[in-house]
C-alpha cells in the first residue's frame, strides 16, 4: 500500500511539473528593447494631411518599437480629412498643415504643432525653358499671374522669351493645407482662388507634373525630395523664386540641390512663410487618452530626433516647451 501511495505521489509530481514547465513556455515574451514596467497598449488612429504623413510613419514605427504591445495606424486624405475625422472622434489624432481657423476653433479643435516644412513650386524636368527658369527664377507677381489671375499663359510669358509653349497649372482637388498656404503666398488669396485642374493628393500633383513636360504645381518638401538620397524625385525640377525681384537668382536664393538646404533655408527663413509653415496634430478637445498623450509627449521629446532625419525642419525648443505645457 505504501509503494503504491509512493508511486501515485511521483506520478502526481510529475504531472504537476509538466503543466508548470507548460505555464512557463505560454507566457509571452517581452521586446527586449522594452522595459518590464512597460504597461502601454491599445491603438492609435490618426489620419490626414499628406504632408506630415512620412514623418508621422517614421515616428509610429519608431513608437511601436518601444511599446510592442501598441499598435499605431497612419492614412493619409488631406488636411481636411484630418480636421473633420479628429472633430467627429473617427481617429484620435488628424494630421493638419495650415493654421486652424476660429471656425475650427469653435467646433472644439485642440491642436499642437510638431514641425515645420515647406510648399515648393515644381515642373517637369524636361520643361521647355528649364534652363532660364533655374538661372532667372520667377517671382511673387509671376506666379500670381499663373495661379490667380491666370494672365501667364506660355513659358514664354513667364521668362521673357520667345517660347509658344503653353503652360498646364496643376492645383489640388481635396481640401489641403499645400494649396492653402501656396494661395495664402500669393497675396493672401485662398484654395478656391486657385487657377488650374485639380487633382488629388501630393503624389497625384507630383505624377501629373512628371508626365507633363509643360506642367507646373506645388508640392509639400517631403514629396518633392526622395528621403534617402536627399536628392529632387526623378522627372521633377523646383523653380528657384526669385526673392528680392531683381530677374536673377543670386547665390542667397538658390537653395534648392538637396532637401537639406531647403530645410536650412526654412529654418533660418530665407524661404518665405508661408509657403513654409507649420505642422500639427489636431483633435477634437484636449486628448484624455493616457496612450495618445503619451505618445505626443514622446513625439516633443525624444521623437523630435527624427523629424530632421524624415526631411522636416524641427521646430525651435522654447517653442516645443510652449506647445507641451498645452498637454498638462
Not at 504531472?15 to 521586446?31: A, K, N, W
Not at 499642437?112 to 520643361?127: F, G, Q, S
Not at 508640392?219 to 525681384?245: H, Q, S
Amino acid at each position: 500500500m505504501r509503494r503504491i501511495n509512493l508511486l501515485l505521489l511521483l506520478v502526481f509530481a510529475g504531472i504537476t511539473g509538466l503543466f508548470t514547465g507548460l505555464s512557463s513556455c505560454t507566457q509571452p515574451v517581452r521586446d527586449t528593447g522594452t522595459s518590464n514596467a512597460d504597461t502601454l497598449r491599445g491603438k492609435i488612429t490618426i489620419s490626414g494631411a499628406f504632408a506630415l504623413y512620412p514623418l508621422t510613419v517614421k515616428w509610429a514605427e519608431e513608437f511601436e518599437k518601444l511599446h510592442p504591445r501598441v499598435t499605431v495606424n497612419v492614412s493619409a486624405g488631406g488636411a481636411g480629412k484630418g480636421m473633420t475625422d479628429a472633430l467627429s472622434k473617427m481617429v484620435d489624432l488628424g494630421m493638419f498643415s495650415k493654421s486652424v481657423s476660429p471656425e475650427e476653433q469653435a467646433k472644439g479643435a485642440w491642436w499642437i504643432a510638431v514641425a515645420k516644412d515647406a510648399v515648393l513650386p515644381t515642373i517637369n524636368a524636361h520643361n521647355p525653358v528649364l534652363t532660364d527658369l533655374k538661372k532667372k527664377g520667377l517671382t511673387l507677381q509671376k506666379f500670381y499671374d499663373i495661379f490667380i489671375s491666370g494672365k501667364i499663359k506660355t513659358w514664354g510669358q513667364a521668362v521673357g522669351g520667345s517660347s509658344r509653349d503653353e503652360m498646364y497649372v496643376f492645383t489640388r482637388s481635396d481640401a489641403c493645407g499645400a494649396a492653402e498656404m501656396w494661395a495664402k503666398y500669393l497675396k493672401g488669396k485662398k484654395q478656391e482662388d486657385l487657377l488650374g485642374l485639380g487633382v488629388n493628393g501630393d503624389p497625384g500633383v507630383a505624377d501629373a507634373v512628371r508626365r507633363t513636360p509643360e506642367g507646373i504645381g506645388f508640392n509639400n518638401l517631403g514629396f518633392v525630395f526622395e528621403m534617402k538620397t536627399r536628392k529632387i524625385y526623378a522627372g521633377l525640377d523646383v523653380i528657384p523664386i526669385d526673392l528680392n525681384g531683381n530677374g536673377i537668382i543670386d547665390p542667397d536664393e538658390n537653395f534648392y540641390g538637396s532637401m537639406d538646404q531647403v530645410m536650412k533655408a526654412i529654418n533660418e527663413g530665407k524661404y518665405p512663410s508661408p509657403p513654409a509653415r507649420e505642422l500639427f496634430f489636431v483633435s477634437g478637445g484636449k486628448p484624455s487618452n493616457k496612450l495618445v498623450r503619451t505618445f505626443l509627449k514622446w513625439i516633443m521629446t525624444d521623437g523630435q530626433k527624427f523629424v530632421n532625419e524624415a526631411g522636416y525642419v524641427s521646430i525651435q525648443p522654447d517653442h516645443i516647451n510652449a506647445e507641451l505645457l498645452k498637454l498638462n
